[in-house]
T-cell receptor, first 114, second 115 residues
Framework: AQSVTQPDIHITVSEGASLELRCNYS??????LFWYVQSPGQGLQLLLKYFSGDTLVQGIKGFEAEFKRSQSSFNLRKPSVHWSDAAEYFCAVGAVAAGNKLTFGGGTRVLVKP | NAGVTQTPKFQVLKTGQSMTLQCAQDMNHEYMSWYRQDPGMGLRLIHYSVGAGITDQGEVPNGYNVSRSTTEDFPLRLLSAAPSQTSVYFC??????????????FGSGTQLSVL
């Protein structure tokens, strides 16, 4: 069965500092990998996704993620965070043969200090 | 664009009561799904549908029923609510994604408390 682990439950970062959120996945076949963001009281919004090709993926809001097959990781990064980046971030994995069913990690809540 | 609309936004039930969470999308998406979100557990798939008349179980289907009579609507029914069903529920839709990888569009959620 596929699984996703986000080791950091909470991360606090100063505005303007860099941010990296960790994601490790377990899946036997070629996965689709996603990062979604959830602002307070809102649904989830797609930041970026990876399936194949360039292992460094650019997303919206200045985020990027790097797929490392050897480490089964798909970490999310942003060079300089803004106060509006305070939210909860979810990594998710989908299977090529399983349609659009996703398995989500437990989420990482990001707090941004002024 | 309304996107994915969920109603109600908040609901309090007593144990044993039944209710239906409504979900409607206006994007003509074939795929619709229901997730529940619990602290520290992310989102878990309850049920999904790849088109009108077709539904299937996800990871945590027990205690929930669904049907898909139209492309637009995908209601989630709790037949006899239990405190373990206290959660935030999200409906999502996308293009068919038979090969996977389609972007999910989420509703704003329904916060359900079962006393």
């Amino acid at each position: 069965a596929q699984s996703v682990t986000q080791p950091d439950i909470h991360i606090t970062v100063s505005e303007g500092a860099s941010l990296e959120l960790r994601c490790n996945y377990s899946y036997g076949a070629t996965p689709y990998l996603f990062w979604y963001v959830q602002s307070p009281g809102q649904g989830l919004q797609l930041l970026l996704k990876y399936f194949s090709g360039d292992t460094l993926v650019q997303g919206i809001k200045g985020f990027e993620a790097e797929f490392k097959r050897s480490q089964s990781s798909f970490n999310l990064r942003k060079p300089s965070v803004h106060w509006s980046d305070a939210a909860e971030y979810f990594c998710a994995v989908g299977a090529v043969a399983a349609g659009n069913k996703l398995t989500f990690g437990g989420g990482t809540r990001v707090l941004v200090k002024p | 664009n309304a996107g994915v609309t969920q109603t109600p936004k908040f609901q309090v039930l007593k144990t044993g009561q039944s209710m239906t969470l409504q979900c409607a999308q206006d994007m003509n998406h074939e795929y619709m799904s229901w997730y529940r979100q619990d602290p520290g557990m992310g989102l878990r798939l309850i049920h999904y549908s790849v088109g009108a008349g077709i539904t299937d179980q996800g990871e945590v289907p027990n205690g929930y029923n669904v049907s898909r009579s139209t492309t637009e609507d995908f209601p989630l029914r709790l037949l006899s609510a239990a405190p373990s069903q206290t959660s935030v529920y999200f409906c999502a839709s996308s293009y068919s994604g038979q090969g996977g990888g389609e972007k999910l569009f989420f509703g704003s959620g329904t916060q359900l408390s079962v006393l």
